[in-house]
Protein backbone atom coordinates (compact mmCIF):
# COMPACT_ATOMS: atom_id res chain seq x y z
CA UNK A 1 0.00 0.00 0.00
CA UNK A 2 1.59 3.59 -1.25
CA UNK A 3 1.91 6.23 1.45
CA UNK A 4 -0.47 8.80 1.83
CA UNK A 5 0.09 12.12 -0.03
CA UNK A 6 -2.10 14.21 1.07
CA UNK A 7 -4.95 14.50 3.78
CA UNK A 8 -8.64 13.59 2.51
CA UNK A 9 -11.56 16.38 1.97
CA UNK A 10 -12.72 15.24 5.05
CA UNK A 11 -10.05 15.27 7.08
CA UNK A 12 -9.23 19.23 5.31
CA UNK A 13 -12.55 20.03 6.34
CA UNK A 14 -11.95 18.75 10.13
CA UNK A 15 -8.51 21.38 10.51
CA UNK A 16 -10.19 23.82 8.44
CA UNK A 17 -12.78 23.85 11.53
CA UNK A 18 -9.54 24.23 14.02
CA UNK A 19 -8.12 27.10 12.32
CA UNK A 20 -11.64 28.78 11.96
CA UNK A 21 -11.88 28.53 15.56
CA UNK A 22 -8.45 29.69 16.19
CA UNK A 23 -8.05 32.34 14.03
CA UNK A 24 -11.66 34.18 15.71
CA UNK A 25 -10.34 33.52 18.95
CA UNK A 26 -6.75 35.36 17.66
CA UNK A 27 -8.72 37.85 16.34
CA UNK A 28 -10.39 38.83 19.48
CA UNK A 29 -7.06 38.59 21.25
CA UNK A 30 -5.44 41.20 18.72
CA UNK A 31 -8.47 43.68 18.83
CA UNK A 32 -7.85 43.67 22.74
CA UNK A 33 -4.18 44.26 22.02
CA UNK A 34 -4.94 46.86 20.02
CA UNK A 35 -7.33 48.57 22.21
CA UNK A 36 -4.43 48.36 24.98
CA UNK A 37 -1.97 50.03 22.46
CA UNK A 38 -4.39 52.83 20.86
CA UNK A 39 -5.68 53.26 24.45
CA UNK A 40 -9.35 53.42 22.86
CA UNK A 41 -10.86 52.15 26.34
CA UNK A 42 -10.05 55.67 27.74
CA UNK A 43 -8.06 53.88 30.97
CA UNK A 44 -4.99 56.24 30.76
CA UNK A 45 -3.44 57.98 33.06
CA UNK A 46 -4.89 61.60 32.43
CA UNK A 47 -8.01 60.51 34.38
CA UNK A 48 -5.94 59.79 37.26
CA UNK A 49 -4.77 62.24 40.26
CA UNK A 50 -1.65 64.34 39.05
CA UNK A 51 0.34 63.24 42.01
CA UNK A 52 0.05 59.19 40.60
CA UNK A 53 0.82 60.69 37.11
CA UNK A 54 4.11 61.01 36.75
CA UNK A 55 4.73 57.19 38.52
CA UNK A 56 2.05 55.91 36.05
CA UNK A 57 3.36 57.37 32.99
CA UNK A 58 6.34 55.11 32.94
CA UNK A 59 4.58 51.62 33.92
CA UNK A 60 2.12 53.02 30.88
CA UNK A 61 4.49 53.42 28.11
CA UNK A 62 6.19 50.24 29.01
CA UNK A 63 2.68 48.08 28.97
CA UNK A 64 1.98 50.16 25.59
CA UNK A 65 5.38 48.55 24.12
CA UNK A 66 4.78 45.53 25.04
CA UNK A 67 0.96 45.26 23.85
CA UNK A 68 2.37 46.32 21.06
CA UNK A 69 5.33 43.54 20.10
CA UNK A 70 2.46 40.86 21.65
CA UNK A 71 -0.22 42.76 19.09
CA UNK A 72 2.67 42.28 16.23
CA UNK A 73 3.21 38.59 17.50
CA UNK A 74 -0.73 38.15 17.65
CA UNK A 75 -1.01 39.46 13.64
CA UNK A 76 1.38 37.34 12.47
CA UNK A 77 -0.23 34.47 13.90
CA UNK A 78 -3.53 35.34 11.86
CA UNK A 79 -1.35 35.79 8.67
CA UNK A 80 -0.11 32.19 9.76
CA UNK A 81 -3.72 30.97 10.37
CA UNK A 82 -4.55 32.36 6.83
CA UNK A 83 -2.36 31.03 4.95
CA UNK A 84 -2.95 27.70 6.24
CA UNK A 85 -6.92 28.03 5.05
CA UNK A 86 -5.34 28.72 1.31
CA UNK A 87 -3.47 25.97 1.75
CA UNK A 88 -6.52 24.01 2.55
CA UNK A 89 -8.05 25.46 -0.44
CA UNK A 90 -5.18 24.38 -2.46
CA UNK A 91 -5.43 20.52 -0.62
CA UNK A 92 -1.57 21.53 0.09
CA UNK A 93 -2.69 21.76 3.66
CA UNK A 94 -0.24 19.14 6.26
CA UNK A 95 2.53 18.89 3.76
CA UNK A 96 6.15 19.15 4.93
CA UNK A 97 7.43 21.88 2.73
CA UNK A 98 10.76 20.22 3.01
CA UNK A 99 10.54 16.89 2.77
CA UNK A 100 7.03 16.33 1.14
CA UNK A 101 5.15 13.86 3.58
CA UNK A 102 2.38 14.26 5.53
CA UNK A 103 3.04 16.28 8.58
CA UNK A 104 1.12 13.97 11.81
CA UNK A 105 -2.24 14.90 12.74
CA UNK A 106 -1.45 15.49 16.11
CA UNK A 107 1.28 18.39 15.10
CA UNK A 108 -1.25 19.73 12.68
CA UNK A 109 -3.79 19.81 15.93
CA UNK A 110 -1.26 21.64 18.31
CA UNK A 111 0.03 24.12 15.57
CA UNK A 112 -2.40 24.00 12.60
CA UNK A 113 -0.14 26.75 10.82
CA UNK A 114 2.69 24.25 11.18
CA UNK A 115 4.33 23.63 7.12
CA UNK A 116 7.49 21.50 9.00
CA UNK A 117 7.28 18.13 10.30
CA UNK A 118 8.73 17.51 13.38
CA UNK A 119 12.09 15.79 11.52
CA UNK A 120 12.78 18.59 9.48
CA UNK A 121 12.11 21.34 12.07
CA UNK A 122 14.63 19.42 14.23
CA UNK A 123 17.07 18.92 12.03
CA UNK A 124 17.51 22.47 10.87
CA UNK A 125 16.08 23.00 7.61
CA UNK A 126 14.48 26.39 7.17
Given at each position: ?????????????????????????????????????????G?D??????????????????????????????????????????????????????????????????V???????????????
Open positions: MSEKTRYSDEELEEFRIIILEKLEKAKRDYEQLRAGVTNSENVSDTSPTFKVLEEGATTLSKEESGRLAQRQMKFIQNLQKALVRIENKTYGICRETGKLIPKERLRAPHATLSIEAKESGIK
